[in-house]
């Protein structure tokens, strides 16, 4: 049951935060475009998902690994900024989109705080020839086609770690809520057995405050007695020793 309430909350907070209309439309839908490379305009498929930079990245190659068995490297790829962060997989067999060895590149950028972008672009004969919708129209079709099925997986990839993190948050919302209502409870029993304590000395300290007041009416009286034997014992030795004059 409290899994269920766990994803049932996830999915409220991811429905909360996904955009919707035609800014759906947009995430996820592959788009031609390019990419500024060496100081010149390249062909290149990009295509806005959610989630973080850094989850963006790390699931993109988890996902060309997987399905294509491509292993990219940070390298730079001169006049794109950010260079140093740019994915390469140089040399790579590719067989999908070219019988050739391709230099595959992905540069992945954050153009809002909801969304990431991921740029695609190639080239084979060692660089020499960029992947061109007009000039190579199937290499980039086939190239397409591998950022289409990233997209298609990247969605309820992502839409599933929305979710973990929500409930993760419940979790710990639920674990603090315990935490706080064990304190409480430990507090007010703290508090009722110094109140208690409290009683018990306030009715202690009344005690002896009429113990303290019987005992002053005493000393008083012991005072008076004393101070008469005194007198009783001085006359009873003046009369014996007028006896032991005689």
């Known amino acids: 049951m409290k899994t269920f309430l766990f994803r049932l909350l996830g999915w409220s907070l991811l429905a909360a935060a996904l955009p919707t209309g035609s800014a759906l439309a947009q995430v996820y839908d ?4 390019t990419v500024n ?7 290149a498929l990009k295509v806005q998902v959610e989630g973080s930079t850094s989850l963006v990245r790390a699931y993109f190659q988890e996902f060309m690994k997987d399905n294509y068995n491509i292993r990219f490297k940070t390298g ?3 006049g794109i900024g950010g260079s140093k962060d740019v994915l390469t997989a140089k040399q790579t067999p590719v067989s999908s989109v070219s019988g050739k060895l391709l230099d595959l ?4 950028v954050a153009p809002s705080d909801s969304t990431v972008e991921v740029q695609v672009f190639a080239a084979f004969d060692n660089g020499t020839t960029w992947i061109d919708p007009e000039r190579t129209p199937s290499e980039f079709a086939a190239l397409r086609t591998i950022v289409n099925n990233f997209a298609r997986e990247a969605r309820p990839y992502f839409y599933k770690q929305q979710v973990a993190e929500a409930e993760k948050q419940l979790q710990e919302a639920e674990k ?3 935490r706080l209502e064990k304190d409480t409870k430990t507090t007010q029993e703290n508090t009722a057995s110094n109140l208690a304590r409290i009683q018990q000395l306030q009715e202690q300290n009344e ?5 303290v007041k019987e005992n002053d009416a005493k000393l ?3 005072t008076t007695l ?5 007198i009783l014992l001085q006359r009873r030795r003046d009369r014996l020793s007028a006896l032991d004059r005689k």
Not at 30 to 33: A, F
Not at 105 to 108: G, K, Q
Not at 226 to 230: C, I, V, Y
């Open 76 to 78: 730079g790829v001169l």
């Open 176 to 178: 603090e809520k315990s």
């Open 37 to 43: 490379v060496d100081r010149r305009e390249r062909p």
């Open 220 to 222: 008083q009286e012991n």
């Open 30 to 33: 592959v788009r031609t475009s």
């Open 226 to 230: 004393t101070e008469r034997r005194k």
């Open 105 to 108: 590149y992905a540069n992945i």
């Open 207 to 211: 005690k002896n405050a009429a113990r």
